[in-house]
């Protein structure tokens, strides 16, 4: 998980809510990619007025920023495409109101740099699985579209639930809807509004045989459709990967973890050292947010 500065090369508008940046990356093979379709990495943005943020510097094992009193503003952003041998990536930024990544975005040219570093994925269907069910909205929008690439030369069933601002987001994902069960849900949550991602999920009649479902989006609805197929459904974690990728009125939610974050994660260290694995361990500390009303 090292890290490398990125250049942008190009930029252009695919839809009123998305926006493509291509990067150059100086040493891609240092950021360990892990190669699964949703992989992403940490991207470190520069002040406005400065074309590049600063270098992260190795220390313990860890990169980061250890000594700066105001470090970058970070996020991290799924990679649309790879090419190893050129060392590019594309990055698909959704555009909101306001935020560092937004900002960069919307205002990135040819020659601005940012810094890559803490690449992971989480896209793991197991041997067996008969059909996959994405779920997400905009936010993950762009690595379902990854996943869909991958799977264009698969015969086995797709299903997409996907909550989006209006049709022109559904009409990004292009070519790779033939053949797919797409099932859009426009004009709703995206901070927005109210969200029906989860509760359509939970109404889904799913085909039979062997399922896996990958979710991305809002953390609530996150754990909404975690506990569906936890407790409804039985699954066992192995047939899926449901990751929260934001939370709706975060800066009222940090405040409030503030007040306990510490004894909660310590939930997650106490998890990871009893063995139990990064994906049990992140969900046995969602269940300690959720009773603590976080």
């Known amino acids: 998980m090292g890290f490398s500065f990125a250049t942008v090369t190009a930029t252009e508008d695919l839809t009123p809510q998305i926006r493509r940046v291509h990067l150059d990356v100086e040493h891609l093979t240092r950021l360990e990619l892990p190669g699964q379709p949703d992989e ?12 590049r943020p600063p270098a992260m510097e190795l220390r313990d094992g860890v990169w ?24 590019t990536i594309v990055v698909d930024f959704v555009i909101h109101a306001r935020g560092p990544a937004t900002s960069w975005a919307q205002r990135a040219r040819a020659g601005d740099g940012v810094a890559l ?13 008969d059909w996959t069910l994405l779920g997400t909205d905009l936010s993950g ?9 991958e799977l264009a030369d698969d015969d086995r069933p797709v299903i997409l639930v996907a909550e989006v601002i209006d049709d022109a987001d559904l009409a990004y994902l292009g070519d790779l809807a033939d053949g797919i069960d797409i099932i859009g849900l426009t004009g709703s949550g995206n901070g927005h509004s109210a969200s029906r991602l989860g509760a359509t999920i939970e109404t889904l009649r799913l085909p039979a045989g062997t399922g896996y479902c990958w979710f991305a989006g809002e953390a609530a609805e996150s754990r909404t459709v975690r506990k569906h197929f ?15 990728y934001w939370r ?12 306990h974050g510490e004894a909660l994660f310590s939930i997650y260290q106490q998890a990871i050292a009893d063995g139990k ?11 300690a947010l959720e009773r603590a009303g976080l």
Not at 40 to 51: I, L
């Open 40 to 51: 992403a990495v940490g991207m470190y943005f520069p002040d406005v007025g400065e074309r």
């Open 64 to 87: 980061g920023y250890h000594d700066l009193e105001r470090p970058p503003e970070g996020r991290n952003y799924s990679i649309r495409a790879v090419d190893h041998e050129a060392a």
């Open 117 to 129: 570093s803490h690449a992971r994925g989480w896209y793991r269907p197991g041997p067996g699985t």
């Open 141 to 149: 929008l762009p690595a379902a579209a990854r996943i869909l690439t």
């Open 230 to 244: 936890r407790r409804h459904h039985q699954w066992g974690a192995d047939r899926y990967d449901i990751i929260g």
């Open 248 to 259: 709706y009125d975060g800066e009222a939610w940090a405040r409030r973890y503030a007040e």
């Open 277 to 287: 694995g990064e994906k049990r361990a992140a969900e046995e500390f969602d269940e």
